[in-house]
């Protein structure tokens, strides 16, 4: 019996369990990204469709119409090397998911332990949503892949002046993927300094957020020297949003063009319309889409466990990365943009769902602890 448990808790040790992560992981991402290239080849582009315009008439990296620059860039890099705009949209987002997952795998492993980061990379690449958004050339990706870098390098305990500059970096590339990953960066800094007040570096975090509003601000001044406002593109989406949420998609209605604030959107029905909305948001993301998007339905046990244990392990940081990741979509998240169902697209929660799949494998992680734990003392306590 002592023999079986000491064989047991070898099987439970984080060795074994990590290793095989690592290969499913491979094997995961591989089959993802080639099933999606085999059905979603020929898919009807959406958010990029017009990203091939921008890129064709932009002269200079900020140049790029009504769309972030880093995107643009990217596939104006691509057109210069002869590829077919639409085939470079989707490489350069299936690049940008393989560089996500190997991201994933590495900081997850610093931060969380070997065997979570691990098996946060295995639940990512084998997310179809993952996949699909790839293919389809999705900002929300780029912009996670950025966020993620900021959020390991602003947050890296002990770190210095090096870290700092490379999370300001990592922050700007975020803002110019996506400039809402602007909220993101913001509320991960609050929340690091009203957690750790006594041990929050300062002088780090303003050189990281300097740094990172340094990289962004030629384009808001491009905005505002073409449009003369520093943000014309977001604001025009936000005057979307306002029409989609009053009148959906209605022939006829009688829509408004005229751009508007991020106040405005949010105070739009007063300041109790705001909260109610955001509380309506909250339910619909945890009720619908985010189950949706996570796809494999016995993950919540899995992230329920790593909750806990980030509040009883004390590993805040990620749990500011999943606040960050969700808080920026609340506003948006009861507007129903899909009329078949309701709700937002999922790609609105791509950044949630990493946060979730990474809190998953540390909850598996600390599950195998556990039990190696037991098992150990079980075999100790029978061979004595």
């Not at 946060?120 to 780029?142: E, K």
């Not at 957020?209 to 449009?227: D, E, S």
């Amino acid at each position: 019996m002592a023999e079986l448990q000491q064989k047991l808790a070898a099987l439970a040790s984080r060795d074994f369990p990590r290793r095989m992560a690592y290969l499913m992981a491979a094997a995961a991402l591989a089959l993802n990204i080639s099933a999606c290239w085999k059905v979603y080849r020929h898919e009807p582009l959406r958010e990029a469709a017009s990203r091939s315009l921008f890129a064709s008439e932009s002269r200079a990296f900020f140049d790029s119409g009504i769309a972030e620059p880093l995107p643009v860039f990217a596939l104006k890099a691509g057109m210069g090397l002869g590829a077919d705009p639409d085939t470079a949209v989707r490489v350069e987002g299936l690049a940008v998911f393989a560089l996500l997952a190997a991201v994933t795998f590495f900081c997850g492993r610093r931060r969380l332990g070997d065997t979570a980061g691990a098996l946060s990379t295995l639940f990512i690449a084998a997310n179809p949503y993952f996949g699909y958004y790839a293919m389809q050339g999705g900002s929300h990706l780029y912009a996670l892949l950025f966020l993620l870098l900021f959020w390991y390098w602003f947050d890296s305990p002990g770190g210095g002046r090096r870290e700092a500059l490379l999370a300001g970096v990592a922050g700007g590339l975020a803002c110019l993927s996506r400039l809402d990953a602007a909220w993101a960066i913001l509320i991960i800094a609050a929340l690091s300094w009203a957690v750790r007040r006594r041990e929050f570096a300062l002088k780090r975090a303003a050189l990281s957020l300097g740094l990172a509003l340094l990289l962004a601000a030629p384009y808001l001044g491009w905005q505002k020297a073409k449009y003369s406002n520093s943000l014309y593109a977001q604001e025009l989406s936000l005057r979307r949003w306002v029409n989609l949420d009053s009148y959906g998609y209605a022939p006829g209605a009688p829509y408004q063009a005229a751009p508007v604030g991020p106040v405005g959107f949010l105070m739009r029905k007063g300041a109790a319309g705001a909260v109610q909305d955001a509380f309506k948001g909250l339910g619909r993301a945890f009720a619908c889409e985010l189950p949706r998007v996570i796809y494999y339905k016995f993950l919540f046990v899995f992230i329920f466990l790593g909750v806990y244990a980030a509040f009883t392990l004390k590993n805040d940081g990620l749990l500011f990365f999943g606040a960050a990741a969700l808080l920026p979509v609340l506003p948006l998240a009861g507007i129903n943009q899909v009329p078949a169902t309701g709700g937002l697209e999922l790609r609105y929660y791509l950044w949630a769902t990493w946060a979730l799949c990474a809190l998953a494998g540390f909850g598996f992680q600390e599950i195998l602890v556990w039990l190696e734990r037991r098992l150990s003392g079980a075999a100790a306590k029978n061979k004595a």
